[in-house]
């Protein structure tokens, strides 16, 4: 059968009949629109402020947000916390998601290490995403990372040439991307970490500057 003519399984197979948060955060508990959710506890959907305006959107839970069932609860969220606050921005404002809602981890001894999700899987549970964007209508939208902006802003963004940029995109009022704090974890060395830091709380100090200058009033 040419490939066109085989339906690809996704996330749209497991929707609600009603689209609302509740709904699509209750229906993604059943999601099984890829394989990544056999190997995981359970899906980690966006939660947090859905009236103030903010998303942020991360690549996928890792290994402590795959256990709790929230994200951005480890190492990367606990960076993410101190940028938050060092660059002005109050997380109990904002809306946290993930490009895919399942963590895909690979065994090495007795750690369950992050794998990257490939893009077919993005693809497959990118609809979650654009529901959440659909219900929430962010008036700013931040992309955490290549695989959250590619999700939404296609495979030839790169986030290293427009990272800290207002993005021309009709996702949001305004779109920002920057990079993923765990890649910040992985800095080589001390001192390469802390510039690293820098650069993020200095983009996301763009993000608090739009946020404290009232979107809602615009
Ligand atoms: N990394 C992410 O991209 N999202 C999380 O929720 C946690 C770690
Ligand atoms: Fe569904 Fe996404 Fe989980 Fe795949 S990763 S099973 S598409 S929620």
Redesign the pocket.
Known sequence: MPRSLVSER??LD?FPAKISYSSLAAA?RT???????MN?TQ?VFGEGDRRDGVMFVGEQPGDEEDIKGHPFVGPAGRLLDKALIDAGIDRSKTYMTNA???FKWTPRGKRRLHER?KSG?IA??RP?LEAELEVIRPHVLVFLGATAAQSMLGAGFRVTQMRGKWLECKLADRVIATVHPSSILRAPDARAREEQYRAFVADLAKVAAVVQGGVRLA
Not at 31 to 37: A, E, F, L
């Open positions: 996704s996330a497991f993604a999601c099984k629109g890829c394989d990544i959710y995981a899906t895919v809602k399942h999700p899987e497959a549970c979650w």
